[in-house]
């Protein structure tokens, strides 16, 4: 579904991604760690298409397509969902409205009809449910006012409401108490499908104690230098970051060996 | 769901040209000579037939006008106005003086309405709303007149109301808007031509909107309509004026007053969809909208309320305001004030309390693109003895882009200790980082800003008549010019 080859990406000058290479299959779940400015978000944002995130090299393809000359708003469309660190606030503009417009920009997109009122408020409640959350939050103003837990129960909210091929979840996870947690990793669950891939980016093993991973990534100076299974993540947890980096040569001398 | 949260799909569907009314009526027009003297002032009178003591009047402002300079404190920035150069009376040559029916109208006028979506002929005209239909100096039909007339409600063009209702007139003209009040009030007090006239009576609450809608067609002319409005002891009315003019690469000068009065638990609405042409996108050409409007809430337990959409002109200035005289009279000013390329806008309000227990409450939202620059100027009153009297105020102004500019200047003048007042006030801008959000929930940029321009208006749309709040949100959309680079 996302296939990733020597992803070179610059922010503000300073090259912070120095070659990814990350092949993702529907059904799977990706989960990339690492230490702070690794890259994690970087990565996460470019797939959206950030435009002030520069790709000086390498490309990345979703579903066989050029993801990166699409507009953000077209990556959406096709069905890349991210879920954002820090959710901005849009004061007036109801979650329902924001919602809804985006539901029917992605209808248009692909020659569908306006969703119905009736249908929408239907779909809504639905997803509430499933996910456990009180859906009376759809009348206030686009996260004006939310906590940082109910910002991030939103993203996973609107996640599974637009129902997206691949979803993207940068540091879902952070600043959550263990009750908003659970809400989280529950709503990545019940979206756990064999047509939808997943790539969670996160700084801790704890939402992979819920969400359980296919496979693990470390992410060290914008380059991944290991991957492995849910165990890789324990260890991680266990370990820290430093048993990583004295096992693998630095990425330059492993060119050069 | 409010008709506010329709407008991302509504805009679509507007027409790419931005400035729709822009086409010119081509009619043959009887114009007073260039210039202002005495002679304009008894010529606009003649045409009119006015009695004695309205020529009086007018001679009397005129004279002090004269006296008078041209305000330059506001924040906006213009060549000097050449008040010889402006042709002060313009109306469309008709078979008869004073058209008795619709049948008698030139139908290229008729036309000129319908093109403009204000259909006159009652069978199709809007639903609930009586209109009065100014074009340049003369009113040319007002509907529903007999309807209203049967509840006791006078309702027609300001010539009509000297003629006919001499009494209501002498009482109250110029007893909010004084003609020597300022500048651009003296000067319309010299020579207004036309303009609407509303008397609802004691205990009448007014079944229908009643509505103006102004049009400036003829080149080099100026604009000047007198509005009196008053409602009688315990009588509600709610008002909406509606303004556009043709495309011209000349300014064009538009200096209205507006008066209002109600007495004793009266309510006055009063809506303003301001849609005068706004000069290009170099800024050439538009209306210089320099406007005075005041209501006074003089009897006990009476209401005035503004409502205001400002999306046209060259130059905005004007400050709807509110005397608060009856005691635990109310006066509210709600404001949407937008400005693009290079318009400039000073817009506000003033609120003077003067009676007991007197509230206002003043929302004004500014929002500045492309080259703008919008000043929210407001002043707000507590005079000795307006004891318990309360204000809330509350301003905010949102930019788009990094070439535009936003002002506030807020006047707070308290004498009497028990006054409450709260003022509020917020600055932002349309961030790349909530559109870019939006973005990626598949929702373009334009549609975005858009949506965040209506989400910012909200609380003001809500305040004007059902139809003309979808008509407002259009405009906003149309007014930044966003829908032309959708899709």
């Known amino acids: ?257 | 769901m409010p008709a506010v949260q329709e407008t991302v799909e509504q805009v679509r569907l507007i027409d790419v040209d931005q400035y729709k009314y822009g086409f010119e009526t081509l009619i043959e027009s009887e114009k007073a000579p260039k210039g202002l003297s005495d002679d304009t002032v008894r010529f606009i009178s003649a045409k009119k037939g006015e009695p004695q003591w309205m020529l009086d009047w007018r001679l009397k402002s005129y004279r002090h006008w004269l006296t008078m300079t041209e305000p330059t404190w506001q924040n906006v920035h213009y060549p000097p106005i050449d008040y010889q150069a402006i042709v002060y009376y313009s109306a469309p040559k008709q078979a008869k003086d004073r058209p008795g029916s619709l049948a008698d109208v030139d139908p290229r006028l008729l036309e000129t309405y319908e093109k403009l979506g204000i259909p006159l002929h009652e069978r199709a005209a809007l639903a609930g709303v009586a209109v009065d239909a100014v074009f340049d100096s003369v009113s040319v039909a007002t509907t529903f007149k007999a309807k209203l007339a049967e509840l006791g409600i006078v309702f027609c063009s300001f010539s009509e109301a000297v003629q006919e209702h001499p009494d209501l007139v002498r009482k109250y003209l110029g007893t909010v808007v004084p003609f020597n009040d300022n500048f651009f009030a003296g000067l319309n007090s010299a020579v207004f031509s036309d303009g609407s006239f509303a008397y609802v009576p004691p205990g009448v609450r007014c079944p229908m909107e009643l509505s103006t809608y102004f049009r400036i067609n003829a080149q080099d002319t100026g604009q000047f309509e007198r509005t009196l409005i008053i409602a009688d002891e315990g009588a509600y009315v709610s008002y909406l004026e509606g303004c556009t003019a043709p495309i011209r690469d000349t300014n064009q000068l538009h200096a209205a007053v507006v008066e209002l009065i109600a007495l004793d638990n009266a309510e006055i609405k009063y809506s303003t969809i301001q849609n005068w042409y706004p000069g290009d996108k170099n800024g050439k050409g538009g209306i210089y909208n320099f406007v005075t409007k005041r209501g006074k809430a003089l009897g006990a337990n009476s209401k005035v309320s503004w409502t205001q959409v400002e999306t046209g002109s060259a130059i905005t200035w004007k400050y709807p305001s509110c005397i608060l005289q009856g005691d635990n009279s109310v006066g509210e000013f709600y404001s949407v004030a937008l400005v693009n390329n290079y318009q400039q806008a000073d817009t506000g309000t003033k609120m003077l309390h003067i009676g007991k227990n007197t509230r206002s409450t003043i929302i004004s939202k500014g929002i500045s693109a492309g080259y703008g620059r919008n000043t929210y100027r407001g002043r707000v009153q507590i005079h000795k003895g307006a004891t318990n009297a309360r204000n809330y105020s509350q301003c905010d102004s949102l930019l788009i882009g990094s070439t535009c500019a936003a002002f506030t200047f807020p006047d707070i003048q308290v004498q009497e200790p028990t006054a409450q007042m709260e003022h509020e006030a917020s600055t932002s801008k349309i961030g790349e980082e909530q559109l870019f959000y939006c973005q990626t929930r598949g929702i373009t940029p334009e549609d975005a800003t858009n949506m965040i321009v209506n989400g910012f208006c909200k609380q003001v749309f809500l305040k004007l008549p059902m139809e003309f709040a979808v008509e407002a949100q259009k405009l906003i959309g149309v007014s930044l010019n966003l829908e032309g680079t959708v899709g």
């Open chain 1, 1 to 257: 579904m996302l296939e990733i080859k020597d992803l070179h990406v610059k922010v503000a000058g300073k090259e912070i991604l120095k070659g990814i290479d990350l092949s993702i299959n529907a059904g799977e779940i990706h989960a990339v760690m690492g230490p702070n400015g690794s890259g994690k978000t970087t990565l996460a944002q470019v797939l959206a298409g950030r435009m002030t995130y520069e790709v000086t090299g390498g490309q990345a393809r979703f579903e066989g397509k050029d993801l990166l000359v699409m507009k953000p708003e077209d990556r959406a469309r096709e069905g890349v969902f991210m879920a954002f660190q820090y959710p901005v606030e849009i004061p007036g503009v109801s979650n329902a409205y924001f919602l809804k417009a985006a539901v029917n920009a992605i209808r248009k997109y692909h020659g569908r009809e306006e969703i119905d009122a009736m249908d929408f408020v239907t779909l809504v409640q639905d997803k509430a449910k499933l996910l456990g959350l009180d859906e009376t939050f759809m009348k206030r103003g686009l996260n004006e006012g939310f906590s940082g837990g109910e910002k991030k129960k939103n993203e996973v909210f609107q996640m599974a409401v637009l129902e997206p091929k691949l979803c993207v979840l940068d540091e879902t996870d952070s600043g959550l108490d263990i009750d908003a947690l659970r809400v989280v990793a529950n709503g990545i669950n019940v979206m756990r499908s064999p047509n939808r891939a997943m790539l969670v980016v996160t700084h801790y093993q704890r939402l992979l104690d819920y969400v359980i991973p296919d496979f693990v990534h470390v992410l060290v100076d914008g380059k991944i230098v290991k991957s492995g299974d849910a165990d890789l993540a324990r260890n991680l947890e266990k370990h820290g970051y430093g048993w990583i980096l004295e096992e693998t040569p630095r990425p330059p001398q492993a060119a050069r060996a």
